[in-house]
């Protein structure tokens, strides 16, 4: 069984979001994501996301395409993961493109492109303009 896993906020749950775990369910038979945490959002960005993290988990979990959801505490235990969870491949947005090569020596690393026009920031920017 080829194991897929792949992290984000996924805060206010898009459509760009839901694509990117669609294509990355299709790459193996299992997926598991993490989540950022709450904490680890507020240390890269001095923002706490909109939906906590127990809702965010909860939503992706809900979804037909994950079979499998964890916090992901720190930035710096990304290599853990991806051996604790056995995965076979790590997805990430192309946004992302080569900041991930070096976990080459223990799975295969995927750039997937993002949805255009769609996210996070944009959704709250739009919502604060109204
Ligand atoms: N993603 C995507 N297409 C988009 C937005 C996000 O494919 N239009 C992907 C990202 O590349 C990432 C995952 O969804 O692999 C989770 O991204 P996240 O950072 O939580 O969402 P964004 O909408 O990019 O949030 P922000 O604006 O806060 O960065």
């Known amino acids: ?50 939906c906590q993290q127990s809702s965010r988990s909860e939503i992706v979990a809900a979804l037909k395409c994950v ?10 235990l990304k290599r853990e993961y991806i051996e604790e969870h056995k995965a076979d491949i790590l997805v990430m947005g192309n946004d992302w ?13 995927i750039y997937l492109e993002r949805t255009p026009s769609i996210s996070t920031t944009e959704l709250i920017e739009i919502v604060k303009e109204l």
């Open 1 to 50: 069984m080829v194991k897929v896993i792949t992290f984000g906020t996924f805060d206010i749950f898009h459509i760009g979001h839901l694509k990117i775990l669609e294509r990355s369910a299709k790459l193996g038979q299992h997926l598991t994501v993490g989540i950022s945490t709450d904490a680890l959002n507020y240390s890269k960005k001095q923002r706490y996301p909109i």
């Open 67 to 76: 079979d499998n959801v964890f916090f992901e505490e720190s930035l710096e």
């Open 97 to 109: 493109m080569g900041k991930f090569d070096e976990f080459k020596d223990i799975c295969d690393v």
